[in-house]
């Protein structure tokens, strides 16, 4: 995991739960780690590895803290020990919020999943558990806006509007696509003088978190119709409350 994956999983956790969730399990009870679910759709340039966060809560005592030892992807593909970390946040009532972050390098014919396998000591089977549904593309990296545009994830603490950068040589926008039939654009207002665009979105609330990948349709000015992409933008992950990590609790 490069540094920059960990600095990004880390601040995913410098949370702040200021109220209690809901009242703690028996005694002995054993309790399942419960996900987040996260609908992602991700575009990324060819050969650049993509940091992914699995948002989770789970008793203080839970195994996922100290015994898990790989993640289970589709298709036979693993993320073995060294490759993945388990970072634990704040919590109340027993639980605390965690995340399972580790690197995926999105490839041209896709990959996909719902649920990931959780790896553990001296078990048998992978245990399998939801996280929402993830998608993962490489498109070339001239693609994309500029040529570091994947290099850095965007992040928005909620779904609102925000500013995005547009190529300078944008004469006017034709459309801005956010690539995800959970998030909207539903107001877009270009601005040549500064080269970003404003937009606000609409999210669907049948998930907590959101990822998405915008296109840009747009004509240069020099008349041409040009398309561009921008880096992936996180929805959610910041600012994580008593209430998201009740939501995520009760699933």
């Excluded at 547009?166 to 909207?184: K, M, N, R």
């Excluded at 349709?217 to 929805?235: K, N």
Aim: aromatic content about 8%; proline content about 6%; overall charge negative.
């Amino acid at each position: 995991m490069t540094a920059r994956t960990r600095a990004a999983a880390a601040t995913l956790l410098l949370l702040t739960i200021t109220a209690a969730t809901s009242c703690a399990p028996a005694q002995g009870e054993p309790v399942a780690p419960s996900f987040a679910l996260t609908s992602a759709e991700v575009v990324y340039p060819t050969g650049q590895a993509y940091p992914v966060n699995l948002i989770f809560a789970a008793a203080k005592d839970d195994p996922i803290w100290t015994d898990l030892t790989g993640i289970d992807l589709p298709g036979g593909a693993a993320v073995g020990p060294g490759d993945f970390e388990v970072i634990r946040g704040e919590g109340s009532d027993g639980f605390d919020l965690g995340n399972v972050a580790f690197n995926i390098i999105p490839t041209a014919d896709g990959i996909a999943f719902e649920t990931v396998g959780l790896i553990y000591a001296d078990t048998k089977d992978p245990i399998r558990v939801d996280v929402g549904s993830w998608a993962f593309m490489a498109v070339a990296a001239d693609q994309f806006a500029t040529r570091d545009a994947g290099a850095e994830v965007v992040a928005m603490s909620g779904c609102t509007s925000a500013d995005f950068p547009v190529p300078a040589s944008t004469a006017s926008l034709e459309s801005f696509s956010t690539g995800s039939s959970d998030v909207q654009a539903d107001e877009v207002q270009l601005h040549p003088e500064s080269a970003s665009v404003t937009v606000a979105l609409s999210c669907s609330d049948d998930v907590d978190f959101h990822i998405f990948s915008p296109t840009l349709e747009y004509t240069d000015r020099e008349g041409a119709a040009r398309s561009t992409r921008l880096a992936p933008v996180t929805i959610g992950f910041q600012d994580i409350d008593a209430a998201d990590l009740r939501k995520i609790r009760e699933r």
